[in-house]
């Protein structure tokens, strides 16, 4: 159920604006004001997530919204710099409400595997290593597969990927409590299955990073 609350909040979160690649100019600075400005929305939204985790819904939406509308700039502010530094590693787009990094399946699985070569384990271990410098973040790690073989194989290889980098990245210091994973299958393409190409880009591994705002620093 948290899982699933995580997402449909960081879904409908998204939707409201669209998504912009990191950058230095002016739409970096854009979305630093946006979190200003929306910052009470966000915050009830995230606040719900906390609510639900810790049993008050309500209480959790109130306590988002009361520190959404304060923390929002600097929300924005932090996760700027970390998309940032995301990005100098990883593909990573920074959305309105906050941060998708996508890591390439083929890159961090053999094929049907879901064991992490050590290559992922290098990538991810850098990864980790900057989201510890933001004790804020909530992170739902996704996994996807092409449409090659049975609905309930990739559903369930995607399922044990997106587990595999989530424990990963817990033994690399990032709070277990703070990561969650879901398995997509072959449900979400990027890219049509009718060739190689698209099938490769749509083996992946994405990090959805939102903020519980009560954690960021002051």
């Known amino acids: 159920m948290k899982i699933l609350l995580i997402l449909a909040v960081s879904a409908s979160l ?77 593909e990573t787009r920074r959305t309105e409400q906050g941060i998708v990094t996508k890591l390439k399946g083929d890159l961090l699985f053999g094929s049907g595997s879901s064991t992490l070569s050590a290559e992922a384990q290098s990538n ?47 033994t690399q210091g990032i709070a277990p409590n703070s990561l969650n994973f879901v398995g997509m299958g072959e449900s979400s393409p990027i890219a049509a299955n009718t060739d190689a190409n698209g099938r490769q880009m749509n083996r992946r591994v994405e990090l959805n990073i939102t903020v519980d705002p009560t954690k960021v620093p002051q």
């Open 14 to 90: 998204l939707g409201l604006t669209g998504c912009a690649t990191v950058n230095n100019g002016p739409n970096g600075n854009q979305k630093t004001l946006f979190g200003a400005g929306v910052g009470t929305a966000v915050g009830a939204g995230i606040g719900a997530i906390i609510g639900h985790q810790s049993g008050n819904r309500g209480k959790g939406a109130l306590i988002g919204a009361a520190l959404g509308g304060s923390l929002g700039g600097v929300v924005g502010r932090r996760m700027d710099k970390q998309a940032a530094e995301l990005a100098a590693i990883a």
């Open 124 to 170: 991810l271990s850098q990864i980790s290593g900057i989201m510890k410098k933001y004790p804020e973040n909530i992170v739902t790690v996704i996994g996807h597969t092409d449409s090659q073989g049975s609905d309930n194989l990739n559903m369930n290889l995607s399922e044990q990927r997106a587990k595999s980098v989530r424990n990963y990245m817990a």
